[in-house]
């Protein structure tokens, strides 16, 4: 198949001379890089250092400002613990079975098994079983609203949990995650007779979307392969908008060329804007995301750009501090419902992967029931679900507001099955028409949400209206970008008017 592409902005060209991209020096990035669990004064745990979790607690922090010469970095290397780590993790194929030996290092380059499967991270769980449910509790909360490297961050507060083995030093991060999480009180009363529905703005990050919790785990891993001298000159990915955003700041902050292959036409202009701004190599290509994403994975395979789209597994393990987040906002107690939007699936398997651990770890006793929600333009996991899981066929994408859910053959169709399947889960899809009043519905109650957020909200209704999802079941629904990177999508007319008619009543004109 012929692809026409353009190039939207070349200064990588010019200083990386692309595609060789010249590696690039920086005096910050040139530290060696020992493997060990960071440790600072605001929480000096040491898991590798402890075999006893019965009588571990975590220290107050220390009231003492850092030194004047010294940034947050260097304090935590002065804190930092010399005992050697006992934490790991490790690729894996996904769903192996107990007698698989396949497994290779997180620092080396693979996405696929040798079957051509896709990967897991898989972590030592005998190691991190010793330590209790409440330890962990009680370490991730310490860490909650602190400037602490890396700990300010939502998703390397769980660190041990993600990169066990990442020096802090080669961590890239915006302190992303710890997000709001949305008592949506008009919405659920008025819309739908709830009193305990809530919302997860992962939108309200450094760059606008959920797909920073996954990208500081990629491009510090990849800052880390740099610094071990691996054959790592870009990162690169396929993307409806969101991700080549993520992508594109997290390497500018780390000195790291980054490529980008974006739907020509297909993604709002925010979204555009973004990776230019960042100084990615953009390239705009005559193809649907699918044809992106094949473009890229052939790129990948010639050339040592490295690949970042979530066949990555890295970017599940930032993913899933999501519904950590989530049960420490609730104070440990599990909700009944958690509703996702899915386009190339990865994060209804993150979410999952996150309920799972916790439960695994004695954190909680339970998961929630998991919805995955599709536009009905892009549905192939809906028609694969309503098939009772028979036979699944890839779609060809029709165009929907919600663009970077338009995926026709999603990458993580696997994984999102085992995720639904083993949390008693369920797919719903969403019209244009439906999820655009759900988008006006809501927003008329104080919220600015994004077309992926109304197809979830959509999922919810009709489950709600169907007698699924009970008037007293807290649910929470994952809003994954924010609303002001879809603001073309809010001049739908007919839909605010709608919306607007029946909320005045009587007090409308008559015309």
């Known amino acids: 198949m012929a692809y026409s592409c353009s190039l939207f902005h070349s200064s990588l060209a010019s200083k990386s001379n692309f595609p060789l991209l010249h590696h690039r020096n920086h005096p910050k990035f040139n530290r060696p890089a020992p493997i060990v669990i960071s440790c600072s004064s605001s929480s000096t745990f040491d898991p590798s250092s402890t075999t006893s979790s019965s009588n571990n607690s975590t220290p107050s922090p220390q009231k003492n400002r850092r030194l004047a010469d010294e940034n947050i970095r260097d304090e935590a290397r002065r804190h930092r613990s ?4 006992t934490l790991s993790a490790k690729y894996v194929p996904f769903n192996a079975g107990p007698d698989c030996t396949e497994s290779y290092s997180l620092d080396e380059i693979v996405y696929r098994s040798r079957s051509g499967g896709l990967l897991d991270v898989q ?30 961050s939502g998703v390397w507060s769980k660190k041990e949990w993600v990169l066990p083995e990442i020096d802090p030093d080669d961590i890239v991060s915006a302190f992303e995650g710890n997000s709001n999480l949305f008592w949506a009180e008009r919405f659920g009363k008025q819309f739908l007779g709830m009193n305990d529905l809530w919302v997860k703005h992962c939108g309200i990050s450094h760059t606008g979307s959920f797909k920073d919790l996954g990208m500081t785990v990629l491009v510090s891993q990849v800052n ?35 490529i980008v292959f974006l739907p020509a036409n297909k993604i709002s202009i925010a979204q555009l804007v973004q990776p230019i701004a960042n100084g990615a190599f953009v390239l705009s290509i005559d193809t649907d995301f699918d044809g992106c994403m094949k473009l890229i994975r052939e790129v990948t395979a010639e050339l040592p750009i490295y690949l970042a789209n979530s066949l990555n597994s890295l970017r599940l393990e930032g993913q ?8 420490q906002q609730f104070d440990w107690e599990v909700p009944d419902w958690v509703i996702v939007p899915g386009g190339n699936l990865g994060n209804i398997y993150a979410f999952y992967k996150g309920f799972k651990m916790c439960q695994e770890l004695g954190l909680v006793d339970r998961i929630p029931r998991l919805v995955c929600a599709q536009a009905a333009n892009a549905n192939p996991l809906y028609l694969y679900f309503k098939s009772e899981w028979n036979e699944f066929k890839a779609v060809k994408a029709n165009t929907t507001f919600a663009s970077a859910i338009q995926i026709g053959d999603p990458v993580s169709i696997d994984r999102a099955v085992y995720a639904l399947k083993n949390s008693n889960g369920i797919v719903e899809e969403a019209t244009e028409e439906e999820l655009m009043d759900a988008m006006a519905q809501a927003d008329s109650t104080g919220m600015f949400i994004c077309p992926h957020t109304g197809v979830a909200l959509t999922a919810l209704m009709k489950l709600r209206k169907s007698g699924v999802i009970g008037a007293g079941d807290r649910t929470v629904v994952v809003s994954t970008a924010h609303g002001l990177k879809f603001t073309q999508s809010k001049a739908d007319f007919g839909s605010v008017m709608d919306v607007l008619m029946k909320y005045l009543g009587d007090k409308a004109p008559k015309h």
Request: glycine letters at 10%; proline letters at 4%; a positive charge.
């Open 82 to 85: 010399t005992a050697k780590n």
């Open 123 to 152: 972590h030592d769980m005998e190691a991190l079983k010793k330590f209790d449910g409440a330890y962990w509790r009680e370490l991730f909360d310490s860490r909650v609203g602190k400037t602490t490297w890396p700990y300010g």
């Open 224 to 258: 880390r392969l740099r610094k071990l001298k691996r054959p790592v000159v870009g990162v690169g990915c396929a993307s409806t908008g969101d991700t080549s955003a993520a992508l594109s700041a997290y390497c500018a902050a780390a000195g790291i060329p980054s």
């Open 320 to 327: 899933k501090t999501a519904a950590i987040e989530i049960l």
